[in-house]
């Protein structure tokens, strides 16, 4: 089951320009999700980061796995409503530049869910290149 941008927004609380997710292409909720991001020269962050070499900036590829991962989380019938937040980010890793013109395929997996919290392990990728993966701790408020 896919979700479109109103979707999405419908489960998470985020706007543009922050929203990083802009298709879900499947999900089974409160266990993995993967989603998509169409990478635009448009971006905000592009012209600053960086104008002569636009790339990416990694800590916003690893909230779009976040985000993601929020979807998975908070479209459960128990948190629905809530917010994640970023609990800690570890083992954070970058493979690959992200620029425009790429499509970031964002793969996380619930690894641990609690009453108010909870640990991901995301995966994005551009085409079959790991681009970068992190483990994700998140709080629900």
Known sequence: MGMDIKEIMSIIPHRQPFL????????????????????????????????????MPGVLIVEAMAQAGAVAILSMDEFKGKTAYFGGIKNAKFK?????????????????????????VGTAYVG??????????????
């Open 20 to 55: 990083l997710i802009d298709r879900v292409e499947e999900i089974v909720e409160g266990e993995k999700v993967i989603a998509t991001k169409n990478v635009s020269y448009n971006e905000p962050f592009f012209a600053g980061h960086f104008p002569q070499e636009p790339v």
């Open 96 to 120: 690959k530049k992200v620029v425009p013109g790429d499509v970031l395929r964002l793969e996380v997996s619930i690894e641990k869910l609690k009453r108010n919290a909870g640990i991901g």
């Open 128 to 141: 079959d290149k790991v681009a970068a993966q992190a483990e994700i701790i998140f709080m629900i408020g």
